[in-house]
Structure formats: structure tokens, C-alpha cells
């Protein structure tokens, strides 16, 4: 931990040593809400969100707020190990072909519905049921945005796949629609709020165990998302180079959980933020031109047992295409398959992130690193 903030009504603890103004005072409305628990976590990759920062950390008493999860809810990680030791170039370039045959990539989504055993145990909920037909073809695509698939060098001398992928628009649609009535819920009551997009919902009425119950299935679906592109991308390496996974890591990072801390049960929100309790395995990504990491949690009480969800964001994607140099982006990533081509893909060209070895350092006290990955290709959304 770098300092705490004890100005508001319950401190605010950095794992930072810089922040913008505008991430700080979302963090201090967030340690002004009168549910709030102990205090307010925030991880090195924070950076400004909708109402509450990435890479923020709320646990709150009785409620939960939709905008402290995130519009992509259960977006996260998944790590895969090969059976393979290193892949020469006309092979890498062969998987990255066949893997974008494969996976539908931003707004394109499969032709024919994907077979999924949860899709038969969708929760009884209106958002959920009028996006399940959509829904059964966007399982097992990639998404937009950040969204990657990458094949990479470990320093366990595997061959690793990494995708970060979310719950598509089931998580859209539910994160704005239980927003909306959170809006409505505080308005109706009169509860003074710092940002509207703080709004919240009671877990002991219908609309709040309605929320968690959808929000719960977002990050089923997302889970499955990330499997079901996983087995789409084994079957194009055995097939390609007979290659085959050996172990998988599937962990999200835009979640609400009920947990344990201090003695008190609580809602413990993490937006841009991993679980790290004790011995728990992780993954912390970088951008497509710098190392990734698999941890181990260290189970640290001060983060609620959190730690960052990846690099961060160091600025906005309007700013990065207006002020990045291409050619200096491009060689950032030299030795690396990659599809950064143009300004307009500046948004998610390494220097619109922060140095993912500092975040590292900065929260030595929340995991351990186990297995670095070097990006040797790299697929965006």
C-alpha cells in the first residue's frame, strides 16, 4: 500500500502513488456512501469509470450498487497451458489465420446457436429471457474494445493462450437495466446520492436479489464464453500443429461477491479488480506489447483480498488516437504478431496503458508472481 486518504467518512487506501483528480474523487464519493464498509480499496491500475474507478474495490453492508460492478459483467480472464514448448513463426502466423475463422470478432457473432447446458437454467427474469436468443450466438466471441486473444512465451517454457473476453450484451443489458432501476429506486426514497451513477438497491428486496440473481448468470455465461472459445482455439491448434492444452486458469474481474471481512458479512464489489485471497491463482495481463502474469494470492486484509484486474488504462481512448505516434506504437511491439495498423486503433496500442511492471511492484504485498508471459501474437476485438 502506497498511502491512505482519511478526509472522507471511511479512509481511502492506494496501492498507487499517482492519481488523476477525477479517479480520486470517484473514490471519494464511493468512501461517502453510508453503506460502505471499513474503507475504500484502490488497486495501481485504477483509472477513471462510470461512478466508480476501475480497479476500485467496494465491500458494502446490506446493498449493492450495479455501477460498481461494471456494464461487462463477468468480464475477465482466461490462461491456458499447451503441451507445447516454443512455435515458429509460420505456425503462429497459421493459428492467428484459423483462429479468426473461427471466433467472431467485435459485433459478429456465430451463424448457428452454440450448445451451452446453462442457456436451459436461465434465471426467470425479463432481461435475461429477452436476451437469450441473441445470446446463443454470441457465446464463443471475443467482443470489442479491449477484448484479446493472445499466444504466448512463459517462463515455465510453455506455450500459453490468454483471452479476455466478457458476457456480451447479457451483461450490457442487465448492468443498464438494473442501473436504471437502482436510479429510480434512490429517487422514489429520497436517498441523497454524490453521483447518480452510484445508485443502489437493498439486497433484501425483490429488484436487489433480482439484480445479483442476473448479474450471478452474466458471469456464468461469461465463464462459458471464455471455455467455448477455448475449445474452439484447442481444436484449431491440434488440428494446425497438433498441439493440445494441458491446464486452465478461468478466473472474472467485474463481479459482485458475498464474502467474509473482518467478521462482517458483506457485498464486496470489485470493478477492474481479481480476487487474491490466500493461495488463490490469478492472472494480471498487460497490453499487447508487454508481459502478462499468473499470481498467487497473498490474501492481504487491507485490499479485501483484492488485487489489479491488469495494466490500467494511463489515458482515454479519444486521447490515445489523437496523441499516440503510430510508428513509435507499432515498434513497441516488434518480434510480435499483432493487427495494430492504423491511428484509429491507437486506443489499445501499448502506451494508452501503464507499465504493467510497476503495477507489479505496486502491490508486491497483495500476490506473488508465479509465471510471466511474453505476447508472441495477438488477436484485438
Request: proline share 4%.
Amino acid at each position: 500500500m502506497q498511502k491512505v486518504i482519511t478526509s472522507e467518512r471511511i479512509p481511502i487506501k492506494l496501492w498507487l502513488d499517482a492519481i488523476d483528480e477525477t479517479t480520486l474523487q470517484q473514490a471519494r464519493n464511493l468512501a461517502n456512501l453510508p453503506f460502505a464498509f471499513k474503507w475504500i480499496a484502490l488497486m495501481p491500475d485504477s483509472h477513471v469509470g462510470f461512478g466508480m474507478p476501475i480497479g476500485g474495490v467496494l465491500a458494502a453492508q446490506e446493498v449493492i450498487v450495479p455501477n460498481a460492478v461494471g456494464v461487462d459483467i463477468g468480464c475477465g480472464m482466461l490462461a491456458a497451458r499447451t503441451n507445447l514448448t516454443k512455435i515458429n513463426l509460420p505456425d503462429l502466423q497459421l493459428l492467428l489465420d484459423r483462429i479468426r475463422q473461427q471466433i467472431p470478432l467485435g459485433f459478429h457473432h456465430h451463424q448457428t446457436d452454440q450448445p451451452w447446458r446453462g442457456f436451459d437454467q436461465a434465471p426467470d427474469l425479463p432481461i435475461i429471457q429477452q436476451e437469450l436468443a441473441s445470446a446463443r450466438r454470441q457465446l464463443g466471441t471475443l467482443g470489442g474494445g479491449n477484448h484479446f486473444i493472445e499466444i504466448q512465451q512463459g517462463s515455465d517454457d510453455g506455450i500459453w493462450i490468454m483471452i479476455h473476453s466478457g458476457s456480451r450484451n447479457f451483461g450490457l443489458k442487465a448492468a443498464s437495466t438494473y442501473h436504471k432501476i437502482a436510479q429510480a429506486f434512490c429517487a422514489r426514497k429520497g436517498y441523497p446520492l454524490p453521483d447518480r451513477d452510484l445508485a443502489y438497491i437493498p439486497m433484501d428486496i425483490r429488484e436487489g436479489e433480482d439484480y445479483f440473481a442476473a448479474m450471478n448468470y452474466c458471469c456464468e455465461f461469461a465463464l462459458a464464453n471464455r471455455m467455448h472459445m477455448l475449445e474452439l482455439i484447442s481444436g484449431v491448434l491440434e488440428d494446425a500443429i497438433g498441439g493440445k492444452v494441458d491446464e486452465t486458469i478461468n478466473i472474472h474481474h467485474n463481479y459482485a461477491a458475498i464474502e467474509t471481512h473482518f467478521g462482517r458479512s458483506v457485498l464486496v464489489h470489485r470493478k477492474g479488480a481479481i480476487k487474491a485471497a490466500s493461495d488463490t491463482i490469478g492472472i494480471i495481463p498487460g497490453s499487447m506489447g508487454s508481459k502478462s502474469y499468473i499470481v498467487r494470492g497473498l490474501g492481504n486484509p487491507d485490499s479485501f483480498t483484492s488485487c489489479s484486474h491488469g495494466a490500467g488504462r494511463r489515458m482515454g481512448r479519444k486521447e490515445a488516437i489523437r496523441s499516440l505516434n503510430l510508428t513509435t506504437e507499432q515498434e513497441k511491439m516488434r518480434g510480435i504478431l499483432h493487427g495494430l495498423r492504423s491511428r484509429n486503433e491507437l486506443d489499445e496500442a501499448p502506451g494508452a496503458y501503464k507499465d504493467i511492471d510497476e503495477v507489479m511492484h505496486l502491490q508486491q504485498d497483495l500476490v506473488k508472481i508465479l509465471i510471466s508471459l511474453q505476447p508472441l501474437a495477438s488477436i484485438k476485438g
